[in-house]
RNA sequence: CGGGAUGUAGCGCAGUUGGUAGCGUGCCACGUUCGGGACGUGGAGGCCGCUGGUUCGAGUCCAGUCAUCCCGACCA
């Protein structure tokens, strides 16, 4: 399995790539840009969803489902917005094929040109608020507070496996509030979801804050982030979420009348995260044997394997397996027993090893014999003989120490990578190496526009409190209060 | 959209001056194995991306075409 597999420092890009493809998580389809989400990268993708599902419903949002395309003419209705989108749209054009009048298969029926063209959502912003206009006439109306779980389709150039597809799964939440504090109060709190989700799911540390002018999303008055620092020196955005302001209730024409009689435009917030969680999960936590996952997200966080010679043996293995996977599964522990007699106990320790399955526990007729077990956990390596009385307290704990462990091993990472610096030369080189660098802006999109044309850096995040600090920009030496994250990102 | 590369067995690849389609791995059967990617024997598996041309003969030469991947610019 992990024959032939690059490591991160011959080449981060091949390391990614094949480990995305030989850990089974997702492979290229015969679609330009499109993937496969296989089965085991599902399974992940699916315990994603479902803890942030919960905080969701939690916070009082709701599920619900908006249609895949979008009429043209809706997004001409915000100005920026369709500036942002408008050169990554799939459109579809007709709704009919024939067969081909010289025989060569099908075309598309000439007949079956549409009215008005339809876009494959890049996004939903504006056909929910156009529905919303529908269902808001009073200030009782509101709050809406909607999440939609969907597919959306952007025409990026070029893509990579969960960091940037054609076509990427993700949720949008989509909430209209009677006020701007009630809209910026539910803004910070998606932030924040998402922010305490990366750290204890994915036990990702990450930075939060707001986007500068350049990096902000298309009609939204704010942009609130999270950045993580991926292992190869690059911040890669895990989540957003967005003030909208009355923008799109403009833009539709979505108005409540107030307790005060009086008609005003709704104010609303919309925030996401993707598929391209995985791929920060990949690039957070794995090495070069393989993937590793944190145990919350691992479909199964312990793998269990016989050693044996005799069928009598597998037999009695089998019936202690049974007992110690019973004793881990009522702790909510979830196991998988691999007993397939094809494959070498050696060559499975090197297949969940790839896979990142937390911890492996082994058992042979020596064990047996000394009511014990070997485990394995994936993130130090390290192999224990444990005895196998109370082996799921032990099991339980090891798992909630190896997530912590994760977490930690990340944010030194960080932390390690994380620089001040205040001159433009060391601004460079520092980009150059990669990591955060902390440095003083002037606050300008054109300095900041500069800086990512001679560097490739881009404003990651402003603090939300930045701490406040004389100093110069590094770049224009015009004077700044406070400094800002600048990193190169995926 | 620019630059680079590649299309041959499920996957990874080789294929010389044009002359019977190969290797590794995986797959199937049987046997021996099993504490870190086991081995033997036998077997199945091919529109050589597609279209056209040159030739007695094309995986190989020529022209076209389609597709995918990688690196940049654009983006979550």
């Not at 007709?94 to 025989?103: M, S, T």
């Not at 994936?378 to 005895?387: F, G, P, S």
Request: charged share 25%; glycine share 6%.
């Amino acid at each position: 399995m992990a024959k032939n597999f690059s490591t991160r420092d011959e080449n981060y890009a091949q390391w990614y790539n094949d480990l995305v493809i030989k850990a089974g998580l997702a492979d290229n389809s015969a679609v330009r840009g499109c993937m496969v989400i296989k089965p085991y990268g599902y399974a992940i993708w699916e315990r994603m969803q479902a803890a942030l599902d919960k905080m969701f419903k939690d916070t009082g949002h709701e599920n619900a489902y908006f249609p895949l395309f979008i009429p043209k003419s809706f997004f001409s209705k915000e100005a920026s917005h369709v500036e942002g989108f408008a050169k990554e749209c799939a459109v579809v054009t007709h709704y009919r094929l024939k067969n081909d009048p010289n025989g060569k298969g099908v075309i598309v029926d000439p007949d079956a040109k549409l009215e008005e063209e339809l876009i494959v959502r890049p996004t939903s912003e504006t056909i929910i608020w156009d529905t919303y206009r529908t269902w808001i006439q009073s200030y009782r109306d509101l709050p809406i507070l909607v999440n939609q779980w969907a597919n959306v389709v952007r025409w990026e150039m070029r893509t990579r496996l969960f960091l940037r597809t054609t076509e990427f799964l993700w949720q949008e939440g989509h909430t209209a509030h009677a006020t701007q504090e009630e809209a910026l109060e539910e803004t910070n709190q998606m932030i924040n979801i998402y922010a305490e989700f990366a750290e204890k799911w994915m036990a990702m540390p990450v930075l939060k804050g707001i986007k500068s002018a350049n990096e902000r999303f298309a009609g939204a008055v704010e942009t609130y982030c999270i950045e993580a620092l991926m292992q190869d020196g690059k911040a890669l955005q895990a989540g957003t979420s967005h003030f909208l302001g009355q923008n799109f209730a403009k833009a539709f024409d979505v108005k409540f009348l107030s307790k005060e009689n009086k008609l005003e435009h709704v104010w609303a917030t919309s925030w996401g995260v993707s598929t391209r969680l995985m791929g920060a999960l990949i690039m957070t936590h794995s090495d070069d044997n393989g993937l590793v996952l944190p145990p919350n997200l691992a479909p199964y966080q312990v793998v269990i394997i016989p050693i044996y010679k005799k069928a009598e043996q597998l037999e009695a293995i089998s019936a202690k397996v049974d007992e110690i996977k019973k004793s881990l599964e009522a702790k909510g522990i979830r196991v998988k027993y691999d007993n397939r007699d094809s494959l070498t106990p050696g060559w499975k320790f090197n297949e969940y090893e790839f896979k990142g399955v937390p911890v492996r526990i082994a058992i042979g007729p020596r064990d047996l014999e000394n009511g014990t077990v070997e485990v394995a956990r994936r993130d130090t390596l390290e192999k224990n003989i444990l005895e196998i009385t109370d082996i799921d307290n032990k099991i339980e704990h090891l798992l909630e120490l190896i997530q912590v462990n994760l977490y930690q091993k990340a944010y030194s990472f960080r932390d390690e990578n994380t620089f001040i610096v205040d001159t433009w030369e060391d601004f460079k080189n520092q980009i150059e190496k990669g990591g955060f660098v902390l440095a003083h802006w002037d606050g300008t999109s054109e300095t900041e526009e500069k800086i990512k044309q001679e560097t490739k850096a881009t404003i990651r995040l402003i603090p939300v409190n930045p701490k406040p600090e004389t100093g110069k920009c590094v770049f224009s030496g015009n004077p700044s209060s406070f400094r800002v994250y600048f990193a190169k990102a995926y």
